[in-house]
């Protein structure tokens, strides 16, 4: 499928996604997110497709943020509407079954802020900066930044990070929790295709099941998630990946995986 405002390619079992306005940093409009849509949904049907990068183009920016100029012009119902599309777009691509990660290259800001907490991982270069600085428009985060931020780094940071409006550089995301390394801005979008690269290579079921558990489960008690992992571990051995892969670490050879 073309798309207008992304580059999508596919190799070695990894699919890469960029955002492809760099005049715009990269910002996300309705568009945008419409083709971010129809990229997600063609990456879930694509069985040779094991993970998912997804990064900015240019130097300067991941995303930074939604499209203000188009924004500027939304009535409140309007911006009902395009909050509901962006929440659409990143419930999607967190309920992908394979792993999704950020390469964040520049500014992930706002809305590209918001976008890097829907992936699983977060791979940030040396000039990366994270921030939701909405309150600078006299503005909230939109896409989901008061909530995901605040799981993934908690309540006290989140509300210095989207009240203050503050930016932080990569190595004070690290330290968060926004990012999980910081590499050189040369080597970022082979270290993150790397890790894709090594996900894809393990048994796509036991992938699937591994993302959903973990992301069900943050939202119950430890006794309810348990439960659901005990699930999810007996269900796994009704299939073709499980025998696979346990016939092949006893015959001491590399699994074949069929994704059954």
């Not at 990229?39 to 939604?66: H, S």
Request: positive net charge.
């Amino acid at each position: 499928m073309p798309f207008e405002n992304l580059i999508v390619e596919v190799a070695d079992g990894v699919a890469t996604v960029t955002v492809n306005r760099p005049k715009q940093l990269n910002a996300l409009d309705r568009k945008t997110l419409e083709e971010l849509s129809a990229a997600i949904d063609q990456i879930g049907r694509d069985r040779a497709v094991r993970a998912l990068v997804i990064t900015g183009a240019g130097d300067k920016a991941f995303v930074a943020g939604a499209d203000i100029a188009a924004m500027s012009r939304l009535g409140a119902a309007e911006a009902r509407d395009f909050a509901a599309l962006g929440h659409r777009v990143f419930a999607q691509l967190e309920a992908l079954p394979v792993v999704t990660i950020a390469a964040v290259n520049g500014f992930a800001l706002g809305g590209g802020c918001e976008l890097t907490l829907a992936c699983d991982l977060v791979y940030a270069s040396e000039r990366a900066r994270f921030g939701q600085p909405e309150v600078n428009l006299g503005l909230v985060p939109g896409f989901g930044g008061t909530q995901r931020l605040t799981r993934r780094v908690g309540p006290m940071r989140a509300k210095e990070l989207v009240l203050t409006g503050d930016m932080v550089d990569a190595a004070t995301a690290k330290a968060m929790g926004l990012c999980l390394e910081v590499v050189a801005p040369e080597k970022l979008l082979e270290h993150a295709r790397g890790k894709a690269r090594t996900v894809a290579s393990r048994g796509p079921v036991a992938v699937a099941t591994a993302k959903r558990l973990i992301q069900q489960g943050a939202d119950l008690s430890l006794a309810e998630a348990n439960g659901l992992e005990r699930q999810g571990f007996a269900g796994l051995f009704g299939g073709e990946d499980a025998k696979e892969g346990m016939r092949a670490f006893l015959e001491k050879r590399p699994p074949r995986w069929k994704g059954i």
